[in-house]
């Protein structure tokens, strides 16, 4: 590409040095000859970007130009209450970074399908990262990811906990031109009302939670059950609660109530105690984190599972799980149904690379959010590797409506609609017999992309233009 | 009327946990004169001594799972259960009313290094310069702990037995339905008979009289020749080993994690200024009638008319009963007044 501008750049002088010494010692104009020059010496300046289709992505933000390496920008929350996932998040994020700087056992590169990534960093510049405090709030993690972009040169975004966090980071991501990979974020507006052209999601949403656990619900609970909401009054809340309720409804289901609960409201009971005289059989915790950590072990207390209402055994439901969550939860997670992006005891290829690689590295299996983490990652830099660019349009190009397998979850669409990728989505109970620490959650079922699948029109949005 | 009366009870319950944690930081002010930022830490500290006991009594023999090869995946068999069968059992299922015992040692002495080794250099000091230096502790002590046990919550369950739901219904007449967890009823239990002890002990005993002295006119009953910095010491002690216990007991409600003890000092302040700075007797008022108003704001039929007030109501009573009593409920004249 050097040389081909190189070439372009020495005609035009050429040229116009030609014309210059003619001009100079006749004092005479020709204007043929003049169109003539200017025709050459303007296929000469487009040359090397007619040639070399990337070439005039030079004035993007943080182009790394001829730069040795290229910087990440990994927005984790490392204080607050998601701290430990945020750190697992990191772990994944270096060791991504380590394995495509060609160090390492390679990790997913020796699944992943199709590859364009050579292990050699991405377009052969080393990858380097700097990292972001979300804490979990989003004018945190807004500023955080303004910095790294601002200062640090972050060419790309990713990371975080929470869908509040991610929609925040996601309008700033679009503004500023720089694409950002989400983290873990659950709520359908990610990619839905909220969806942008700049982001993107690997993880599952509460729309895909719905409809995986509708089957198992059905034939476990059956068809004629009293559902009773507890929701975390958020975005990722709303839209689980919405899911979960149309599932539920779709079975014959009946919804007694919806009540939506403050975050981070710690004592529970005053919206546990309705619960007990309210008629209803289930009770949905649309809470994550902490919040179900502590409404799930106070609904417990209450004697929730011990009570027959309606002539029906009283169950707990759990929407969205995560092993770090059920280790907080300790026993009263045991037979708890809810559904997972992805577990660690996965037997495929793809699972069980990824797994080797962070036991071997840090002594454990890593969570469901490290594992998108690390995904989200390599994917971005495959896209970049696939558009022969950094160019952020050209990169969401080849992003989008990107097919591939070897990740963990089966084959993967990343669909160029919304950017959500579809693949399998597992449900999961709450182990009752754990063989581990580690072994908290029994896969109940892993449910086909197909039946998650949904119209993107259902959640409207608008992507925006390529071109920030 | 089945609903009323649950809220009721929940009111009750959460008044009890609020007086009890207000209790220790009003004692603190009204001895001391210090606006003590870091009495959501001293929470923190006794709801994590529970957590170190329960690590201590479940220390383990580790049984390696060998069907996991990438890294070491064990089941844990307490040595306890091991060496001593079920008493051993019994002994972890009792972890958190062991704790109890555990954790009075421990408060005493961290109120003592507390008060001694920091707090007293800032008696004649501002009250903002007190809550910079005693918030500042908090947020060393949280960042010890997380860096230690972690930022996830510990689950710390009650014994087995009081595990479930009392028939509370069933006992007074009404509906089935109405249960309500054993733990928290002995946590209200716990409290009234804790705020009970602190108060016969202030107001029937002569080091109680001496401190009730001490909070009224500090110079004066210096000048009579007595120590009284060594008594507002103990109480501080005292004061901590109060906010420790009420911490060791809200463990099975709440697993704790680092962050437990900011989420209730905000609420703690609230309680102390609604009841009136430095009066015990306010804050426990104060402690009721909020934990009462917040469960009753919790319920459908309130929220259907005032959306939200079930996350307001705390901060809107304090605002009314400000307006109305500037002093708080029982707030003495003179107090945070120079």
């Excluded at chain 1, 990292?131 to 910095?147: C, E, F, P, Y």
């Excluded at chain 1, 669409?413 to 693949?423: G, M, S, V």
């Excluded at chain 2, 006794?46 to 990438?70: H, I």
Aim: glycine content about 12%.
């Amino acid at each position: 590409m050097f040389f081909k501008q190189q070439a372009g750049l020495h005609l035009i002088l050429k040229m116009s040095t030609k014309q210059g010494v003619k001009t100079l010692g006749d004092m005479k104009v020709n204007r043929r000859s003049f169109m003539k020059g200017t025709a050459v010496a303007a296929a000469g300046v487009a040359a090397p970007s007619f040639f070399t289709r990337n070439a005039w992505g030079a004035d993007f933000v943080n182009n790394p130009g001829d730069a040795k390496s290229v910087t990440f920008g990994f927005n984790v929350p490392q204080t607050g209450a998601y701290a430990d996932e945020g750190a697992d998040e990191l772990r994944a994020y270096k060791l991504a970074v380590k394995h495509l700087n060609g160090e390492g056992d390679g990790g997913m590169l020796n699944t992943m399908k199709p590859l364009s990534l050579k292990g050699n960093g991405v377009l052969g510049k080393k990858i380097e990262f700097v990292t972001g405090d979300t804490q979990t709030k989003s004018d945190a993690a807004r500023s955080s990811a303004k910095r790294m972009i601002e200062k640090d040169g972050a060419l790309m975004i990713t990371g975080g906990s929470s869908s509040g966090v991610a929609i925040a980071v996601q309008n700033l991501c679009q503004e500023a031109g720089v694409i950002f990979m989400a983290g873990l974020t659950h709520s359908n507006d990610t990619t839905g009302k909220d969806k942008k052209r700049y982001g993107f999601r690997h993880f599952f949403n509460a729309y895909m939670s719905g409809a995986a656990l509708g089957p198992v619900l059905k034939e476990e609970m059956g068809t004629d059950r009293r559902a009773y909401h507890l929701t975390a009054d958020y975005t990722w809340g709303w839209t689980q609660e919405e899911s979960i309720k149309n599932t539920t409804e779709a079975l014959g289901w009946t919804t007694v109530n919806t009540v939506k609960t403050p975050v981070g409201a710690g004592d529970f009971s005053q919206y546990i105690t309705p619960v007990l005289n309210s008629g209803a059989d289930v009770l949905i915790l649309n809470h994550y984190g902490k919040d179900m950590i502590n409404s799930l072990t106070q609904a417990v207390q209450f004697g929730l599972r011990d009570k027959q209402v309606n002539g029906k055994q009283f169950e707990i439901i759990v929407p969205l799980f995560s092993r770090l969550m059920a280790q907080g939860a300790g026993d009263n997670i045991k037979g708890i149904l809810g559904s997972t992006n992805w577990n660690w005891a996965l037997q495929d290829a793809g699972s069980q690379a990824f797994v080797k690689s962070f036991g071997q590295e840090y002594g454990f299996p890593p969570s469901q959010a490290a594992h998108t983490c690390y995904v989200q990652a390599l994917l971005y830099a495959n896209a970049c590797e696939m558009a022969g660019s950094f160019y952020p349009p050209e990169v969401i190009k080849a992003l989008e409506g990107f097919e591939f397998d070897g990740m963990g979850n089966g084959k993967t669409l990343y669909r160029a609609e919304d950017h959500q990728c579809f693949k399998d989505v597992l449900v999961v109970r709450g182990n009752q017999n754990p063989s581990s620490q580690f072994d908290l959650l029994e896969i109940v079922k892993e449910v086909p992309a197909e039946q998650v699948t949904y119209d993107p029109a259902i959640f409207g949005g608008e992507l925006g233009p390529y071109k920030a | 009327m089945e609903a009323v009366f649950l809220q009721l009870l929940n009111g009750l319950d959460k008044g009890g946990a609020y007086a009890l944690i207000a209790l220790g930081l009003t004692l603190i002010f009204g001895t001391l004169g210090v606006v003590n930022f870091a009495h959501g830490a001293t929470f923190m500290i006794g709801s994590f001594c529970a957590v170190t006991l329960q690590k201590l009594l479940t220390m383990s023999q580790k049984v390696r799972d060998e069907s996991v090869t990438f890294f070491e995946a064990y089941k844990e068999v307490p040595y306890l259960e091991i060496w001593f069968g079920d008493t051993g059992r019994a002994l972890i299922d009792w972890t958190v009313p062991l704790a109890l015992l555990f954790s009075i040692p421990i408060m005493l002495a961290f109120g003592y290094i507390m008060e001694r080794g920091l707090i007293q250099r800032f008696y004649k000091r501002t009250h903002a310069e007190q809550i910079l230096v005693t918030f500042g502790l908090a947020i060393v002590l949280q960042e010890l702990v997380k860096a230690y046990f972690g930022a996830n919550p510990i689950p710390t369950p009650a014994p087995d037995i009081v595990s479930g739901s009392a028939h509370v219904g069933a006992w007074l007449g009404m509906s089935d339905a109405i249960v309500y967890p054993w733990w928290r009823l002995i946590y209200f239990l716990f409290a009234a008979i804790l705020i009970g002890g602190v108060f016969a002990f202030l107001n029937m005993t002569t080091f109680g009289m001496v401190v009730r002295a001490g909070m009224a006119d500090r110079e004066t009953v210096g000048l009579i020749g007595i120590d009284i910095d060594k008594k507002f010491t103990i109480v501080f002690g005292i004061a901590a080993v109060v906010t420790g216990l009420a911490g060791v007991m809200y463990t099975p409600v709440l697993p704790p994690d680092y962050h437990i003890g900011m989420e209730f000092l905000v609420l703690s302040f609230v309680v102390v200024v609604v009841g009136g700075m430095g009066s015990l007797r306010g804050a426990v008022a104060a402690g009721f009638l909020l934990g009462i108003l917040q469960s009753f704001a919790s319920m459908t039929e309130v929220k259907s008319i005032l959306p939200g007030i079930d996350q307001i109501i705390i901060y809107l009573v304090a605002v009314v009963i400000l307006l109305v009593r500037p002093r708080g409920l029982m707030g003495r004249e003179g107090v945070m007044e120079d």
